[in-house]
């Protein structure tokens, strides 16, 4: 796989040998070694084993006499525990990692994958969203995920409940890549491990720290920023004010990405996120074709779902047929109700009638099969 | 009123006097004389007799040896027709008539008004809409004049159905503007007609054609053009993919004035309108504070209703208290729930849980008031 290294000015060369790879591995995981100072001291130094060598100096320098690089041992235990898992490790500049990360001043020093490596030479976008999102959001998840992967995407998110797991699960026949804020063998949260471990097959998992590593709350902007970096356009279906999947779409933002979002009605707290990126610039994305016009692609290659044995995607509820020819007052009573009920009250005072009226045409049109009357005064269509 | 005639280079007196108003009627009544041709004879002739005197001469040389113009008696007729209802006549340049419109090649020749013709000094805002509009797109109409109304502007609608009627009802204690496609005596739709005979005292009707007019499709698209032309920003608040609320949105944004909308749910076809909108630049709007700081306006000075007898606008229904604290599948099954029915298929598909598990939850919940359940296996909040 072909990777460009333009934040490295310096000649850099990728690792190749196990022993290089520990090198890495060391490096990275030695204390008070972030992914932004990993990539410095790389650049400076030429090489990880260089690096490591020069690091107690540093230390010493700054003050540091007792600093020691992560242990040899301790990295060899994470190589094998991450084989042991039927992992691979993806190295900057070496064979599976995305170049598109590689434009982070704090790209991953390193990537456990476990699963369809080859899903990163794909086309990637990312689907977001809330956890506690509605049946109306998760619906829209599956839609746009579903319709993204067979437009030839894979699809990005974060394992998390509600907008995150429904998008996984439409996009896994087609192929979806989740980002995990602790070890690739630590399912977050538990009741997503058999959605996980049918990506880690169908799909593919990605995770930054070590494995057996349980996130914690800092972890998952570190986890988000993969997850915009690694998508070209990262979609938010249904985000609160202050939530973290608005984080994730500003880090997008910041790093040259498309950001887009599903509007939702202003009296629906779980839309006030999307809309308020609307109004801040973001895509308005009323389905997979909005995305793909948005990107400026033709009518995409259409892939179709690997022939696994996944469950597909559930079909749309199927739409009422054609209304029968109504006229007046049942037109308009009609027009004001919808699939959800609608108090009579509200109906009563809309269609500015009584009561009395309001129940001889409703008594008509139940009948009829066009309405349906629900206790405490609610009605709706169908 | 001072007002601008900068679309009369050639120095034009504004008519004063009877005589003149007369001849400005006969002139715009004056048959295959439209809105265009008219302003175009007033240039060319300097005054509306000096054009009516030139109109046969203009005839003949076209072809036409039988023209003339529209008979004294006709506009006569007109004259007190209007003034019979109380109605008084505005006149491009002459008091009253508002400047923004004579931006308009086709400006109004004329203008009947009835009721507050003070409220033309006042800022304008339009508030819009589908005729179908659902309970929530009326209320979001409710909400957004009144307080439109309240940081002092006069709201311009088209006293149609639905939206239309929301608003300028709300509007009405603060002053709102009935722009009608028929005469101004001739209400349409007629069950508005007891919110026209509120508007002609507490806020203002406008009409272009003669008393009596009865309005056809043709006269809809004349008499949005006023509406968008009047109006500092027109706001969409729910509307179809094809309907005249985008006409006058579009004409909004052909005279240069604001469009905004508000964003509703892409499977809510009722916001289809307002979502293209938006796509195509249109301001999101949420609430009147999203207008007001999309006009660049601080904090607007705040207007009181008049004490005149008019209904003032439902309080929104009150918003249910805090949660009380629950975890686990509870609080997601909570999270899950909105005040729509949902049905607890979806439910169990989007929590993973089996129908046993769910029908636990519901008994407690529905036991604690936390949630409803209705016939038809359909769940809500509260």
């Not at 992914?35 to 540091?64: E, N, Q, Y």
């Not at 109306?136 to 998110?157: C, I, P, T, W, Y």
């Not at 996944?310 to 749309?316: I, N, R």
Request: proline share 9%; aromatic share 4%.
């Amino acid at each position: 796989m072909k990777t460009s290294l333009f934040s490295y000015p310096t000649p850099f060369t990728p690792p190749t040998t196990e022993e290089d790879e520990l090198s890495f591995l060391r490096l990275a995981r030695s204390r008070r070694v972030g992914a932004t100072t990993f990539h410095r001291l790389l650049k400076d130094h030429g090489s990880a084993a260089a690096a490591l060598d020069a690091l107690p100096g540093i230390a010493r320098a700054a003050g540091s006499a007792d600093y020691s690089p992560c242990p040899p041992g301790v990295a060899k235990a994470e190589l094998s525990a991450g084989r042991r898992l039927g992992a691979r490790l993806l190295l900057p500049g070496g064979p599976g990692y995305p170049a598109d990360l590689l434009e982070l001043p704090d790209a991953p020093p390193l990537l456990w994958a476990l699963g369809r490596v080859d899903l990163l030479a794909a086309p990637r976008v990312a689907v977001i969203g809330a956890r506690n999102a509605s049946s109306l959001g998760q619906r829209m998840a599956r839609k746009l995920a579903e319709e993204m992967g067979r437009a030839g995407f894979a699809v990005v998110s974060g394992l998390a409940r509600g907008i995150d797991a429904a998008a996984h699960e439409a996009a896994l026949p087609f192929g979806t890549i989740a980002v995990m804020a602790g070890g690739i063998d630590v399912i977050y949260p538990p009741e997503n491990r058999d959605l996980a471990s049918r990506i880690a097959t169908g799909g593919l998992l990605l995770a930054e720290l070590p494995p057996g590593t349980e996130p914690q709350a800092r972890h998952f902007p570190q986890r988000n920023r993969i997850i915009a970096a690694l998508s070209r356009a990262t979609l938010v279906v249904e985000a609160a004010a202050r939530s973290g999947s608005l984080l994730t779409a500003r880090m997008a933002l910041d790093y040259g990405r498309e950001v887009m979002a599903v509007p939702g009605h202003p009296m629906d707290a779980r839309a006030a996120g999307c809309n308020m990126l609307i109004r801040d610039g973001a895509v308005l994305i009323r389905g997979a074709e909005d995305v793909i016009e948005a990107m400026g692609l033709e009518a995409a290659p259409r892939a179709e779902p690997r022939p696994d044995p996944q469950p597909s995607p559930q079909p749309a509820a199927a739409k009422a047929g054609p209304m029968a020819a109504v006229t007046g007052l049942r037109a308009r009573l009609l027009a004001l109700l919808g699939p959800a009920p609608t108090p009579e009250d509200t109906v009563i005072r809309d269609l500015g009638i009584d009561a009395a009226t309001l129940s001889r045409e409703v008594i008509g049109l139940e009948i009829e099969g066009e309405i349906t009357r629900h206790p405490g005064g609610l009605l709706s269509r169908g």
